[in-house]
């Protein structure tokens, strides 16, 4: 299941709002019962309709593809290291380095649905 602040910032793009700050615009709160996660928009301070639980489940799968490719990119960044020993890799052997990226995309793929 994909997070509350990820469905609502694809909503709000979708509706013509870039940015958002959740310390501000939306308040998201988590009142856990059991132990049991139920996170929900306690305050909605856009200029935008606020969504409906149908609204924004419309956008799981969506999420998803953003959570996922989040995931993916942070792991490829790691398997990249940093971009100093890099710049030593592609100065000592160019070949060799983008052999190895292309096969951390391979390993790595993001989705691109």
Do not use: C, H
């Not at 310390?23 to 606020?50: F, M, T």
Request: no cysteine; aromatic share 8%; glycine share 2%.
């Amino acid at each position: 299941m994909t997070k509350l602040n990820t469905k609502i910032k694809l909503y709000a793009k979708a509706n013509g709002v870039n940015s958002i700050d959740f310390l501000s615009d939306i308040i998201l709160q988590d009142d856990r019962i059991d132990g049991v996660s139920s996170p929900y928009i306690k305050e909605w301070n856009l200029s935008i309709a606020e969504p409906t639980d149908v609204q924004l489940s419309s956008y799981e799968t969506a999420a998803n593809t953003v959570e996922n490719n989040a995931t993916i990119i942070n792991t490829r960044k790691v398997s990249y290291g940093k971009w100093q020993d890099q710049l030593d890799e592609i100065f000592t052997d160019i070949d060799a380095w983008k052999t190895r990226i292309a096969q951390v995309k391979t390993d790595n793929p993001k989705d691109n649905s």
